[in-house]
């Protein structure tokens, strides 16, 4: 199934649920009890946001190995994590700014977990067990802060850093999912879930013995090789087989100062 969040007319934002392209609104949140209305809503009408408010993004660097090489990095034993903000969360069709404090910011199409049930200390063999569903989120990287920094922080977080959606699709095989990233069409990374170094069930084990995760939490799995700058008036188009597609153009950073 396939759970969103959206917002139809002047309508106070909510959770939704898709049905051969038309939308039904949810009594209650996917991850409590809930009810769903009859979905009569055409996709077309609403504005589609972020499908989850997560309390934190858990990430995962360097989690293909063809990456790790292109950045000349060594491949990980463990995994390497860092956090993005919730700050830096957009939805589907909005807008990526670049900062310009970077000369450099790249895309880094990925996978993420939603997580569904609070979990700490949990075995690889139970992890899936935890998992709501599946959404695509492009982690947005200021390639040049993030070499200069030495730690990410910075270069993860800026708003519009972490565009995400367009829906959760809870029905999906992580095993096996093709990832493409497109740039004004042409194709820029390609590559199968199951090039990942760290399996899924791994990774939530090994998060869930520093820190709970919560219903709602994003684990965000890594990136394949390909990634590249981002310019003014570009768009892109992160596909994940059995999900969807998640666009955003790219624009300059507003004025930052009034």
Request: hydrophobic share 40%; aromatic share 8%; glycine share 6%.
């Amino acid at each position: 199934m396939r759970f969103l969040r959206y917002q139809f007319e002047n309508n106070p934002p909510q959770y939704g649920w898709l049905h051969e392209g038309q939308v039904g609104p949810l009594d209650g949140s996917p991850f409590e009890g809930y009810r769903r209305q009859e979905a009569t809503i055409a996709l077309e009408q609403v504005r589609l946001l972020p499908p989850v408010i997560p309390q934190k993004i858990v990430c995962v660097g360097r989690n293909y190995a063809d990456h790790a090489r292109e950045q000349d990095a060594e491949i990980p034993e463990i995994p390497l994590l860092f956090l993005k903000p919730p700050s830096s969360i957009i939805a589907h069709q909005a807008s990526i700014y670049l900062p310009p404090q970077s000369h450099q910011v790249d895309h880094e199409a990925e996978l993420a977990v939603v997580i569904g049930r609070t979990c700490r200390w949990v075995s690889s063999e139970t992890a899936l067990s935890f998992v709501f569903g599946y959404t695509i989120a492009n982690d947005v990287t200021a390639r040049d802060l993030q070499r200069k920094d030495g730690q990410w922080t910075r270069a993860k977080g800026f708003d519009t850093f972490c565009p995400l959606g367009p829906w959760i699709e809870t029905d999906f095989d992580p095993a096996d999912a093709l990832i493409t990233c497109r740039v004004n069409e042409e194709l820029r990374q390609m590559s199968s879930t199951r090039e990942m170094i760290f399996t899924i069930s791994q990774l939530i084990a090994f998060v869930s013995s520093i820190m709970t995760l919560e219903p709602g939490d994003l684990l965000l799995t890594g990136t394949p090789a390909g990634v590249g700058p981002l310019q003014p008036g570009d768009r892109v188009d992160i596909s994940i087989e059995g999900i969807g597609s998640l666009q955003n153009p790219v624009r300059s950073s507003p004025s930052i100062f009034a």
